[in-house]
């Protein structure tokens, strides 16, 4: 049908539709249009303010989704013309999250590593980073989305309805705060509506050029998401094919033909682009990246897993984990929570019931209902797309979004691993479009209608009134659902970033990624105006996860970098390889992804070299204790000595080739030199107090050793865990220095030197 008399504009009393203009007020209206244009821009421009300031405030260290540092590892890497990182030696150290590693073929033995994501919204996150400006990337990106939404919403009803769909936008928490982070949802959303957009332009328009636009849009978005570009573009398909149909069938087919032929062209071009960069990086066109990195991690039923955790994902489960998204968008992520829900059944209830008095004609006037019945039946149903049918596609896109997800099992996993409670269901991202679009349009029809009954039984003045205290409590509701509903993942994700910031802190005080960075640090080993720091990994052997803020640059040469602490031999390999000024970041406490409090530390790291290295380790004596041992352990075995109780105990300990003891106790059992093996190692001397009822306290302190021929090289000082009831007690007792949390009487103090 034509687009004449199908705005929502037209709702009176007795849900009459029809759109009246002066068409001698020509001037008028196009001031109208520019002033609704206006704001429109405010509103999106104030959607990308709140926007960044999420980004800036609540997540200045990025949020405990850790695909996050993956996009801006990716976006540094293109910014150098990379789309593999080469490690070198470094490889086992400095592995990113979600990074696939394999051999290259010019030098078998060698590694290259590549991002199990496209390219795509990477390369937008790189030009925030060009500049030193990320964060102004995402508050583009949803004010773009924002203003779209307006465009898409003025073409479905009008440009009031737009303005008040894109303010929608910018109060749902799905929106914000997922946009708030550097993810590809939002950014790939921005592709989709851009398509939309331009295929509403070309369809009504009948403009091949807009066709083609529309096409590499959507090319693009298939690009950075495929599965998500593929669900969003479903409705628009069905629409294209009932139009070509109704073309062919009026005799007008071909032109129709050549508009969408135009739309195909370039996309299917930018799905060649696709298929061209799987080949570069997985060595096959039809494997994607993601596949690469996780076999099992795809669409479908079946036997799914990544890393190590996996399931049988069957239709019930997906039913189950969709219905959950479901209702944690309607009712709490959406736009103002379930008032934006109520909103927008009404909005489609409305439209629902545009669409059937205009079918019969009976909502249009005079010269309208005439144009109207004068079109043919064939004419109404051509490939011009109409109101009504572009608000059934938005309809349907709310379906493929929810039908389409059920075959896909990230959102289980989200939902499992708690992401979705801290950013909302992020896979479900493009719902929110239908369901702004509509619950303005349910806004500004219940709006409409309420001023047209309160005018026509109140004076003018008496019916302003009564509009503006309805309205004026309806915000006032309406803003105490959105906030309620917002307020909950906010804490949570402020409570995340309070504990980031004081991880962080022993970092950002000594300033690594400050150039220039000048160290003049006497006797530390490597070069003093560039750092090392080796870091904890709870969640495995990764690089910038959890630590996102700990991201090395691509051709690991910047300022400091970020490497695995895990073992002597990787430790020294790693020292050999970058020839820094070397550093110990942990942490005393259990990693719980930021939701408790941790007290971090970073200390500065020597390495001995020489014949020998005697150490000597000085311990307070725990409250309660009344015995003490003390045992040094290599890979060769151990060696125990007797040790007095005493408030201070002080060890000396030599390490040399011919091996390691305990040279001022007497020796109780093992070897007098605990052999060393020739390479890397490590070497624990463990003090244990025993209390009165059979509690300990154990000290124990690690060192990474190395041997070559007669001489050893040690790394200093190693790493101290104070532990109860166990030898071996993880980060939970980890030396921190004298501000830690111990018993009392705990105290450790090391030195050593070089023979």
Not at 205 to 220: E, L, N, P, Q, T
Not at 224 to 246: D, E, K, M, Q
Not at 576 to 604: C, I, K, S
Request: hydrophobic share 45%.
């Amino acid at each position: 049908m034509g687009r004449r008399g199908s705005r929502l504009s037209d709702i009176d009393l007795d849900f009459d539709f029809s759109f009246s203009f002066d068409l001698a007020s020509s001037l008028d209206f196009d001031r109208q249009r520019t002033r609704r244009r206006a704001v429109a821009l405010v509103v999106s421009l104030l959607v990308g303010l709140v926007v960044t300031w999420v980004a800036v405030d609540l997540f200045p260290y990025h949020s405990v989704n850790d695909d996050e540092g993956v996009y801006l590892t990716q976006a540094a890497m293109l910014l150098e013309g990379k789309l593999f990182l080469y490690p070198g030696a470094l490889s086992e150290a400095v592995r990113p999250w979600f990074f696939v590693v394999e051999e290259t073929a010019s030098a078998p033995g060698d590694v290259q590593m590549y991002s199990k994501y496209a390219p795509v919204v990477p390369a937008l996150f790189a030009l925030g980073l060009a500049v030193g400006l990320p964060n102004l990337v995402l508050g583009a990106v949803a004010a773009a989305n924002a203003g779209l939404v307006y465009t898409l919403t003025a073409d479905v009803f009008d440009r009031q309805t737009g303005a008040i769909a894109a303010g929608l936008l910018g109060l749902s928490p799905l929106f914000v705060f997922t946009s708030g982070a550097f993810l590809a949802y939002a950014p790939a959303t921005m592709f989709n509506l851009a398509f939309a957009v331009c295929y509403v332009r070309a369809a009504r328009r009948d403009s091949s050029g807009y066709a083609v636009v529309a096409g590499a849009f959507v090319g693009i978005a298939f690009f950075a998401r495929p599965y998500t570009a593929v669900l969003f573009a479903l409705p628009f398909i069905g629409h294209s094919l009932w139009a070509l149909t109704n073309a062919w069938r009026a005799g007008t087919g071909w032109p129709v033909f050549r508009r969408y032929v135009a739309i195909a062209l370039p996309g299917l071009a930018f799905v060649g682009l696709t298929l061209a960069y799987n080949a570069v990086v997985t060595g096959d066109p039809l494997t994607f990246p993601y596949i690469a990195f996780a076999p099992e991690d795809g669409i479908g039923f079946g036997r799914r897993e990544i890393l190590g955790y996996g399931i049988v994902f069957t239709p019930a489960i997906g039913v189950a984990t969709t219905l959950d998204a479901l209702r944690l968008l309607l009712t709490r992520w959406g736009p103002m929570g379930w008032a934006g829900t109520v909103a927008a059944a009404v909005g489609l209830g409305l439209t629902g019931l545009r669409w059937v008095r205009f079918k019969t004609g009976r909502g249009l006037r005079g010269r309208d209902r005439r144009r109207y019945h004068g079109l043919g039946a064939r004419g109404r149903a051509s490939a011009e797309l109409s109101d009504d049918a572009l608000a059934a596609i938005f309809v349907g896109l709310f379906v493929s979004v929810f039908a389409g997800n059920a075959f896909f099992w990230g959102t289980h996993n989200g939902l499992r691993n708690g992401l979705i409670n801290l950013l909302g269901p992020f896979y479900h991202f493009d719902a929110l479009v239908p369901l702004v679009i509509f619950g303005a349009a349910g806004i500004v029809g219940v709006t409409r209608l309420l001023r047209r009954f309160a005018h026509g039984r109140f004076s003018a003045s008496e019916a302003r009134g009564v509009v503006f205290s309805v309205l004026l409590v309806s915000a006032l509701v309406a803003g105490g659902i959105t906030l309620d509903a917002a307020a909950d993942p906010y804490d949570e994700n402020h409570l995340r970033t309070e504990n980031l910031a004081a991880t962080y802190e022993p970092l950002i005080d000594a300033g690594f990624e400050d150039p220039p960075l000048t160290l003049s640090i006497p006797g530390a080993s490597g070069d003093s105006s560039k750092a090392l720091v080796f870091h904890p990994d709870p969640y495995g052997d990764w690089s910038a996860h959890p630590f996102q803020t700990m991201r090395n640059d691509p051709g690991f040469d910047g300022p400091v970098v970020y490497a695995i602490d895990d073992g002597a031999e990787q430790d020294f390999t790693v020292l050999d390889a970058t020839n820094r000024t070397p550093y110990r970041f942990t942490y005393q406490g259990r990693w719980t992804g930021a939701v408790d409090p941790v007290e971090p530390e970073l200390t500065r790291l020597d390495v001995l070299s020489g014949d020998r290295v005697d150490a000597t380790t000085t311990l307070g004596r725990p409250a309660g204790s009344n015995t003490v041992s003390v045992r040094v352990e290599t890979e060769s075995g151990y060696a125990r000595y007797d040790a007095p109780i005493e408030d201070e105990l002080v060890i000396d300990w030599s390490i040399s080739a011919d091996g390691v003891s305990v040279t001022n106790l007497p020796q109780a059992a093992g070897p007098e030199h605990l052999s060393v093996p020739s390479g890397a190692s490590e070497v624990d001397l463990i003090v244990t107090y025993v209390g009165d009822y059979g509690e300990t306290v154990t000290y124990r302190q690690t060192v990474a050793v190395e041997r070559s021929g007669d001489e050893v090289r040690v790394i200093w000082p190693p790493e101290t865990r104070v532990c109860r009831l166990t030898t071996d007690c993880g980060t939970e007792g980890e030396w921190v220095g004298p501000d830690g949390d111990y018993l009392p009487g705990v105290a450790v103090e090391t030195d050593a030197t070089t023979a």
